[in-house]
């Protein structure tokens, strides 16, 4: 099969029956208060470090009353003098409540922040061993008032990148800190339509006088649901015979017993096989006949590393390729003391690019997949495993690569026990230019787009290989056994995308 002038490789992992569609929305857009074992709650930096996921703008992100980002028309302002006494503070909240009972804007909690030059204001927080210093929302509607505890609460400190959801404390400071406190409101449905609300929160200290405005939280994706983007496998039913359409590349799955001899190097034997059915994992299902199997054994790095070169294979090195796979993280997985590598695409030419050769530019690169650590208990993304793309190029930092979570729609962040369809598409940049790209799809919507990668300033590094790698580390060795499912692997020279819904 002869390649088109610029080739695509994608990997695609296949789900049998209608497509799924990644089910993280809501609360898993949430900030994090953290645990303090974990260190994974908000800080300066992320509204949820566990999952990796950044403030767009230091120490918060925030909408005023008008819906301006980082505005300063604050819903409500309190002044708090310094008289060195502890009692409560009130904030009429009303009208921002109203906007999250009605669905007019997704409760995200409130944003606290000095509005001038004033003080720090110390206050108790929900985690308080005074019962009367926890923080309150008093709701009032024609049933009667309730008053409601916080789910979760914190504060941000440009000082550190400890996160401060377990401390006792909540501060403001218009200098360097900002508090962050979030309600249920399905815990009021009892007063019916919400006439009134109040915050309160009980002042401990006061380091001058400060005004303190609320503001809304407003962090992360909250787009609207949206269908998958269907290409070439919507028109193969399980991918059956869509190795013979002139866009691929490549296609297997792995239903061959000789299924080595499609790849150009194929292992390690002893932790990779073929399986229609696996008895130590109750919810495993295959997408159709065999899937291939992999494990990263206890005290063990690599678990696969499975190789397909396009030179030796079709004769040629492409320029731009799309690559799918099917994935499934079986039951055992769960990753709590090192992240590690995932298939991917990649130009090393045993020279450059991995396990910490760095690249200059003429000697190598590459873009396989990675995986972080499973996001811990108590995170609203726990149990999730985020994937992105782990990337040797010429702009990047320090001798290792650098990780690129896919975090557009929270769509890398992987579940166990379902199969996901993985797409990736890398295009070499012109030499002296910023103009590579690499993009990426989980079951069909759109999770990652950079389009200024410097992989090369020679137009000899091409498109070496699709490289399958599932590797633990770095150089920590995995505490116990875990596996993996990969099935449907697709090389094309344009967009494979999931199977179609309808098959």
Known sequence: MKPSPFVMLVFVFVAAGPALVCPVRGEQSDWAEGATQHNDGANRDHYNLGAILPWKHFMGDWRDANDAPQGDAAYVVTKIDDNDTRKPVRWDVTSLVKEWSDGSQPNQGFFLRGTDDGGRIVFGSRENPDAALRPKLELTGEAGTVRLDPVSDTYLTESTYRCQGQADELRVSAASENLLIRFDLDQAASVGEISGASLILQSTHQYRSANVGVFRCRQGDQGPPASPVMGIAAKYQ??????????????????????????????????????????????????????????????????????????????????????????????????????????????????????????????????????????????????????????????????????????????????????????????????????????????????????????????????????MNLYHGGTTPSPYDQHIFIDNVVIANKYIGPMSAQQ
């Open 238 to 467: 399980n991918d059956r015979g869509i190795a013979d359409d002139p866009d691929v590349i490549f296609a297997t799955g792995f239903e061959r017993v000789d299924w080595q001899s499609e790849w150009t190097v194929a292992g390690p034997k002893d932790n990779v096989d073929t399986v229609d059915v696996d008895t130590r994992f109750e919810e495993f299902q295959p997408i159709d006949g065999k899937a291939m199997r992999s494990r990263i054994a206890k005290g063990g790095l690599t678990a696969l590393n499975t190789i397909y070169k396009f030179d030796e294979q079709i004769g040629s090195e492409p320029e731009e390729v799309y690559f799918r796979y099917y994935l499934r993280l079986a039951d055992d997985w769960n990753q709590t003391v090192q992240g590690g590598k995932l298939p991917g695409i990649s130009g090393t030419y045993g020279r450059a690019g991995w396990g910490g050769r760095k690249v200059n530019g003429t000697d190598g690169w590459s873009a396989r997949g990675l995986f972080r650590k499973t996001v811990p208990a108590g995170n609203p993304l726990a149990g999730r495993t985020p994937i992105g793309f782990y990337c040797y190029h010429v702009d990047m930092d320090g001798t290792y690569g650098t990780n690129w979570v896919w975090s557009q729609g929270y769509r890398g962040y992987l579940a166990t026990n379902r199969w996901y369809a993985i797409e990736q598409y890398c295009r070499l940049n012109t030499p002296g230019k910023k103009d590579g790209v690499l993009r990426a799809w989980v079951d069909g919507h759109l999770a990652f787009d950079k389009t200024d990668v410097r992989f090369r300033s020679t137009d000899k590094l091409r498109i070496e290989q699709v490289w």
